[in-house]
């Protein structure tokens, strides 16, 4: 017999079984977050179309957009609004709270649930000229978030290459240009963006 006491640790099979786990293990990690970044922008696409059509079916039963019109948030069951201008789009205060409360309080058309967006905040109306970078401005009522900035670029990147032309600053999704380095284009890689954004979806007309 050897004097003294054998020497233990791993042998090589040993270590290389350990870090193929380990590998796996992060691989399934990195999978599952793209599968939940995925999930999160089909649901940003759908929630933008339930909206999209909530508007429509409004507008064909009553004849009017939701809240065009309103002078102020109607306390009345009462599906729309008169003694104000009408002009097709949700460009006051009143109009914009009144909005809301005929899609989801009069006529349930939507669900209080249905204006919270993936990135934790509701869905308010905003309405002017969303003009940046040089780029034609285009004016109307848009899906807007409360504060600046507040949205995922990636993310909002990658609904823009779905359902628009994929340019931060055209077409009917658009960023306000601040932070510069978040203006992609269609030749971004969104999911190698980070930081936030102040992200406008175009409702009305």
Not at 185 to 191: E, K, L, S, Y
Request: glycine share 12%; proline share 4%; aromatic share 8%.
């Amino acid at each position: 017999m050897r004097g003294g006491k054998e020497q233990q640790g791993f042998t090589l099979v040993e270590l290389a079984i350990v870090l193929v786990i380990i590998g796996l293990i992060l691989g399934m990690a990195f999978k599952g977050k793209d599968l939940i970044d995925g999930a999160k922008v089909k649901n940003l696409q759908a929630q933008y179309n339930k909206i999209v059509a909530a508007v429509n079916i409004y507008y064909e039963k009553y004849g009017v957009y939701p809240g065009d019109g309103c002078t102020a948030t109607p306390a009345a069951p009462a599906a729309t609004c008169a003694g104000g201008t009408r002009n097709g789009l949700i460009d006051t205060a009143a109009e914009q709270a009144a909005f809301w409360v005929f899609l989801v309080d009069r006529t349930n058309i939507l669900q209080a649930s249905d204006r919270r967006s993936v990135f934790g905040q509701d869905w308010n109306i905003w309405n002017g000229t969303l003009q940046a970078g040089g780029a034609a401005g285009l004016n109307g009522s848009w899906l807007d978030l409360p504060g600046v900035p507040q949205s995922d670029p990636r993310l909002v990147c990658a609904l823009d290459r779905q359902m628009d032309d994929g340019v931060w600053n055209t077409g009917r999704m658009r960023t306000n240009g601040d932070p510069v380095a978040l203006n992609y284009t269609a030749a971004t890689d969104c999911w190698s963006l980070n930081g936030q954004s102040n992200f406008h979806m175009l409702l009305l007309p």
